[in-house]
């Protein structure tokens, strides 16, 4: 089992940034690939960036050239830096990792709200 933890969202300005952090705890060994999902009110839930122990990242249209994700496996974390956030970009954002049985792990969520 992995026991994920976020922690960082909150209330910006449109324009402004925020840093998304994800901790993760348990049988981290096992994991493959992990990332960042968000659901906005109404919405299906948005694969929106992801990374693999390899480091390769991969990004969603709609953040591509303003999120960025990163991970510091010595402990066990990664994080999701969001630049340029828009109003759209609201929403509860979710850190998830994949073992190598293609298990998904979630931590509890995060709100992101974009308003002036």
Avoid at 6 to 28: F, N
Avoid at 37 to 53: K, M, N, T
Avoid at 65 to 72: A, E, M, N, Q
Wanted: charged fraction near 15%; proline fraction near 3%.
């Amino acid at each position: 089992q992995v026991h994920l933890v976020e922690s960082g969202g909150g209330l910006v300005q449109p324009g402004g940034s925020l840093r998304l952090s994800c901790a993760a705890s348990g049988d981290t060994f096992s994991l493959s690939a992990m990332g960042w999902y968000r659901q906005a009110p109404g919405e299906q839930r948005e694969l929106i960036a992801s990374i693999l122990r390899d480091g390769t990242a991969n990004y969603a249209d709609s953040v591509k050239g303003r999120f960025t994700i990163s991970r510091d496996s010595g402990k066990n974390m990664w994080y999701l830096r969001m630049d340029s956030l828009k109003p759209e970009d609201t929403a509860v954002y979710y850190c998830y990792a994949q073992n190598q049985v293609h298990l998904n792990f979630w931590g509890q969520g995060t709100q992101v709200t974009v308003s002036s």
